[in-house]
């Protein structure tokens, strides 16, 4: 069936059908939540019985904010999280500029991906329309039974892209980071600080409740006392003998699906793409992807499920490309690459056009989005 063809009448019915979300993350909580105001019938199902463990995801983008001000959520974000403003930037220990948000309206907010699917899930209990039914597999045979649209939104390892025959191009970047989260003991406060050497990167950036999140560029696998060495290293500070997060080890890659829509199947978040997390813009990207389709499930038609598509995919392009220059000029390695990224830095972070075109383009105020002008 074609990707911008509804489903047969006897099967669809655009005004008043019952909708499936199979995947329970941030992505599939904000769009249940979306449509359950709109009064939606809607059945969210996560596989797992239990809320994944670690704070993963922890930026939220201005964009972003203003999604989940429509849910009346902004507020407690705000409350509960820690806004980043400013981000230092150093090369070999020395300061070689600043990155500054320079209004609220485009500060970056801390605040854990668990916080953020707590906040979401007590959002859905309050929409009778909506129910969440933890311990369900989707299964081929459930896709087939299945009344109405079914949104995929059970991540960029999820089974449901593949039941509905939607392939895609990707690959990974080739370099590995470990993570974990400690306590702030040097009261760096609610600035992020980007640390750049021959060695690669290591990044820290602000948790609430006085915790900070250390990232290195390690080879994999490494350890907690190699992350702690590696932070030693490039900022000069010793996070040893204090308590500190389980280990998590990623290695960034870039996916994109060839189409958003097949059948009655429609993709939605890292289920359509994944790129670098480095930078914080996936699942803001995704969030952005959950505002459009809520819109268009309003109302939908084969157009506007073809606009969704070239939307989202075009604003997954655009955040991926940025994603992927961040990281590849934060992880090149050597003398002569560590002389050349001060020197770039300084020039970037010391022109105002160019440093305002960086604070937009991290914030997300640039991109296509829904909830940009």
């Known amino acids: 069936m074609s990707s911008l063809n509804p489903l047969p009448a006897s099967r669809h019915h655009p005004d008043g059908s019952p909708l499936t979300i199979v995947g329970a993350g941030p992505v599939g909580l904000l769009l249940g939540a979306l449509l359950g105001k709109q009064g939606r019938d809607v059945r969210i199902l996560e596989q797992r019985v239990l809320k994944p463990e670690g704070s993963m995801a922890i930026g939220i983008t201005p964009p972003s904010l203003d999604i989940l001000e429509k849910l009346d959520l902004k507020t407690a974000f705000l ?9 230092h930037v150093f090369e070999n220990q020395k300061a070689v500029g600043e990155l500054v948000f320079r209004s609220s309206e485009n500060a970056i907010l801390s605040f854990p991906q668990l916080e953020t699917l707590k906040i979401l899930e007590e959002k859905i209990a309050e929409f009778p329309s909506v129910t969440l039914e933890r ?49 702030d003991l040097e009261n760096l406060g609610s600035d992020a600080r980007l640390y750049f050497s021959k060695d690669g990167a290591v990044e820290s950036f602000p948790l609430p409740d006085t915790q900070r999140r ?24 010793d996070l040893r003998d204090r308590s500190s997060s389980p280990l998590c080890s990623f290695s960034p890659r870039w996916f994109l699906a060839d189409r958003y829509v097949s059948g009655h199947v429609i993709l939605c978040g890292d289920s359509a793409h994944v790129m670098s997390p480095i930078g914080g813009q996936g699942m803001n990207t995704g969030f952005g992807d959950a505002m ?26 655009i955040a991926a490309r940025r994603a992927a220059a961040g990281m590849w000029l934060g992880t090149r390695k050597g003398k002569m690459a560590s002389r050349l990224r001060a020197a770039a830095l300084k020039t970037m972070l010391g022109i105002p056009g160019t440093h305002h075109t960086l604070a937009r383009s991290y914030s997300m105020r640039n991109l296509p989005h829904p909830c940009n002008p």
């Open 79 to 87: 409350q509960n999280g820690v806004l980043i403003r400013k981000a």
């Open 135 to 183: 311990g369900k597999t989707f299964t081929e045979e459930d896709l087939e039974e299945a009344e109405g649209w079914v949104v995929a939104c059970d991540g960029s390892k999820g089974a449901l892209r593949e039941m509905a025959g939607i392939r895609g191009q990707g690959h990974r970047y080739g370099v590995s980071f470990v993570m974990a989260d400690f306590p």
């Open 214 to 237: 250390w990232i290195a560029q390690l080879p994999y696998p490494s350890t907690l006392e190699d992350l702690m060495d590696r932070v030693k290293d490039a900022a000069g500070m």
């Open 292 to 317: 459009m389709l809520s819109e268009v499930l309003s109302s939908p038609s084969a157009s506007r499920l073809h606009c969704y598509t070239q939307e989202r995919q075009k604003a997954f392009r």
